[in-house]
């Protein structure tokens, strides 16, 4: 093994006391003094900023100078509506495998010349890899180094704003090239926790002095991996590598929102993208397992691994993929992959925890109820 | 007579019973405790039995029967609020009361100045 790749922000993190776990080949924080539970509730009622560097930043350029070379090129690989987007736009993506599978998810934005993509840590070096086989007689393929912090929260814009007021004018899913005290940022308004917030990419040599920025405004505090999971999980979003991965397809994880009508049959460019037949049929007639969220009748949390079954001396019926404690619901939380006849909301199941039967009630996500700024 | 294990429990005497708890150092390690199921009242326990499960945010952890003996008492406290292990570890924190089998193993345990070499 390696050793654990460091991100810019790694002095900083030392130096506030994270405690430091590998993740995805990184040195990454878990969590500062204040502890998961406490920044997962300071992300929801004020702003956490979270350094998320470790995630794969790539440009892709068309060779012929024309944006739609690059979009068509692209769509070759994901079921999303790429041509579609508008510029300064950016989309959730899925990278599908011949089986319908997922191979990563990723955020791709149209940036007037050239798409911007944004991939797991975990998967980047294979997603470069497959996107230079897939693209790379129409494109360039440019991984870059920049660091990349999330601000998030109810407060992310105030905060925000005092650096740069033109974030105010943007909305859910916009991204802008900003310039923030001198800083040559891209800044786009989303992020992987539920509230309203902006993802900001910016120079190695300047994600020190944004940070210390941010940090400065009394709304903003340090946010760990191990809060960004509680985060996300409330949010019902998916985490790669455990709620999707290669064998589960976008029907199944609930993600066909993310596959827009021109990708879809009858669509004006239906199909030409791996795992098509698949994936379309299942869009059409359903999958046999679909990932819901599940609430937890006790306290106790279900993990991921769990099984679960029809009743307490029923059949198997899935198992549980994400699952923890809820610091805002103030109750344990979980989503999982069921039968389908299992996945209508409020149908009840039962998980095998420590050689007990305990109940769990499927639930609509996301569990908390989304700060985006849609408009 | 306060004592100490290698697995981060406490235990105090306290008459012909203990209190045993996990210390300041554990609670750290752990995080915020979210859940905590505690043993029956009366169960006769063996050192290194699995008697109590408690879980943070991020994970589920298994504290042990630290000797040999029975349950006499359990703190229902912090089943209805972990937390306060978090809070109080030492006092208001503490797991379950337990009368031992061989009062005498007690002595065995580490003080609180060999569990402070342990944990530096």
């Known amino acids: 093994m390696s050793e654990a790749r460091k991100t810019p922000l790694h002095r900083m993190h030392e130096s506030r006391g994270a405690r430091m776990v590998p993740f995805a080949g990184y040195e990454m924080p878990l969590n500062y003094p204040a502890g998961i539970m406490k920044e997962h509730l300071h992300t929801r009622s004020a702003a956490g900023l979270f350094d998320v560097s470790h995630m794969g930043q790539v440009v892709v350029r068309p060779k012929s100078g024309r944006i739609e070379d690059a979009a068509a090129a692209l769509e070759r690989l994901i079921p999303m509506d790429v041509i579609g987007l508008g510029e300064g736009r950016q989309r959730y993506g899925l990278f599908t495998n011949d089986a319908g599978g997922i191979l990563d998810d990723l955020m791709f934005a149209h940036l007037g010349d050239h798409l911007f993509v944004v991939v797991n840590a975990a998967c980047k070096a294979d997603d470069i890899a497959h996107l230079e086989a897939g693209l790379g007689e129409t494109c360039t393929v440019e991984p870059l180094e920049r660091g990349l912090i999330a601000l998030q929260g109810p407060q992310a814009e105030t905060a925000l704003a005092r650096l740069a007021p033109d974030v105010g004018l943007m909305r859910f899913m916009d991204v802008r090239q900003i310039d923030i005290k001198g800083i040559d940022a891209l800044v786009a308004r989303s992020g992987y926790t539920g509230e309203d917030g902006f993802e900001i990419s910016v120079p190695v040599s300047a994600a020190h002095d944004l940070t210390d920025w941010l940090l400065a405004f009394p709304e903003v505090e340090m946010i760990g991996l191990g809060a960004r999971d509680s985060l996300r999980l409330e949010a019902g979003l998916c985490l790669y590598g455990h709620d999707i991965d290669a064998t589960t397809t976008p029907v199944e994880a609930a993600l066909e929102w993310a596959i827009q009508p021109a990708r879809r049959s009858g669509g004006a460019r239906a199909g030409g993208f791996p795992g098509a037949a698949v994936i379309l049929q299942q869009i059409a007639g359903g999958a046999e397992r679909r990932r819901v969220g599940l609430l937890p009748e006790g306290r106790a949390p279900m993990r991921e691994g769990t099984e679960l079954f029809a009743a307490e001396d029923g059949p198997s019926i899935g198992r549980i993929t994400s699952g923890g404690f809820g610091p805002s619901l103030n109750a344990p939380v979980a989503m999982g992959y069921v039968a389908i006849d299992h996945a209508a909301p409020g149908t009840r199941v039962f998980a095998s925890l420590r050689g007990k039967m305990l109940p769990a009630t499927v639930a609509k996500m996301p569990f908390i109820r989304p700060g985006y700024k849609r408009r | ?120």
């Not at chain 2, 290194?48 to 943070?56: A, L, N, P």
């Not at chain 2, 504290?63 to 089943?79: F, H, K, M, R, Y």
């Open chain 2, 1 to 120: 007579m306060l004592k100490f294990t290698e697995e981060h429990e406490w235990l105090r005497q306290d008459g012909d019973e203990v209190i045993v708890g996990i210390t300041e150092h554990a609670t750290q390690q752990l995080g915020d405790l979210v859940f905590v199921e505690l043993p029956e009242e009366g169960a006769t326990v063996a050192k290194g039995d699995e008697v109590v499960t408690i879980e943070s945010v991020k994970a589920a952890s298994d504290i042990t029967a630290p000797l040999d003996g029975q349950i006499t008492e359990v703190n229902s406290a912090i089943v209805e609020n972990p937390a306060l292990v978090n809070e109080d570890p030492m006092e208001n924190g503490w797991f379950f009361k337990m009368t031992l089998a061989e009062p005498s193993e007690l002595e065995g345990l580490m003080d609180e100045d060999a569990y402070r070499d342990y944990i530096a």
